[in-house]
């Protein structure tokens, strides 16, 4: 019957100022890459429901070049971040590759309700995805994919909050999300997978959205060497920072003795 038919999918139109959000939003570019600070909330890319996404409006970062950029790895929409673009079919083989061995490391900040009982460590905890009528969900799973996550605290607010600092290894869907829900300290404003304990009550300087933000990228270039891009946290992270009393500038990336070992002298 009619009713049987797949509804079409909703069509976004690109006006102007989605255009100069976009442009906006570029903290990098080369001749093969750019890299862009994604707004918590706004998809990558569509799907039910979402009419609003980046993929759509890829054509305005073209500027000199006739390829459009090609999109190198996925983000959660509710996640703020850097996100990678491949300038070129050669750039885009190159990157995925390094993804693919995992070669690129990414640096997330969040800040989770409560204290780590260790303040670093490694989370592997196994993960799979599980569909229902309230949507897809993923949980803690010893039969489901290997999710390797590490993590270090960088600062606290008494024993109500903690900045946390986290290196995935793999790449699952909401794998932050779901290790830190599973450290015991759910991350702040993550109600899918904290409930109401991710929230703090009458904290008016703290907004009831997702506090995770990808930081910092780091990646082998295709001209050769190692690159890093940094993005500033998100508004509404920015404020939960200052007002916690957090120190934005203590650091980025408290990984790096990790990279002695990985890539040497060669991060630019």
């Known amino acids: 019957t009619l009713n049987e038919r797949p509804q079409p999918k909703k069509r976004f139109n690109v006006t102007d100022l989605d255009v100069d959000m976009l442009l906006q939003s570029v903290i990098y570019k080369d001749d093969h890459v750019i890299a862009i600070n994604k707004p918590a909330g706004l998809a990558v890319q569509g799907g039910s429901g979402m009419s609003k996404h980046i993929d759509a409006m890829l054509n305005s970062l073209r500027f000199e070049m ?25 750039a885009a083989s190159f990157l995925t590759k390094a993804f693919k061995t995992r070669d690129v490391h ?18 592997d905890i196994s993960l799979e995805k599980q569909g229902s009528k309230f949507g897809e969900k993923v949980v803690a799973d010893k039969n489901g994919k290997r999710a390797v996550t590490y993590y270090r605290t960088v600062d606290n607010a008494s024993s109500k909050s903690t900045w946390l600092a986290m ?5 699952r869907t909401h794998q932050l999300r779901v290790h830190c829900a599973e450290l015991g300290t759910p991350i702040l404003g993550d109600g899918k997978y904290g409930g109401a304990s991710a929230f703090f009550e009458g904290a008016e300087g703290i907004e009831k959205k997702l506090h995770l933000h990808a930081k910092a990228i780091k990646f082998p270039h295709p001209d050769g060497g190692y690159f890093q891009v940094v993005s500033d946290l998100s508004p509404h992270m920015k404020r939960s920072w200052k007002y916690l009393g957090f120190n934005e500038s203590l650091v980025v990336d408290p990984f790096e003795d990790f990279y002695e070992e990985w890539y040497g002298d060669n991060v630019e």
């Open 66 to 90: 006739k390829e459009r950029p090609k999109l190198i790895h996925p983000l959660d929409k509710d996640t703020s971040a850097q996100l990678l673009f491949a300038r070129s079919a050669r």
């Open 106 to 123: 990414k640096i997330y900040w969040a800040i989770v309700v409560g204290l780590p009982k260790i303040k670093y460590g490694k989370i």
């Open 167 to 171: 290196m995935p290894e793999t790449g």
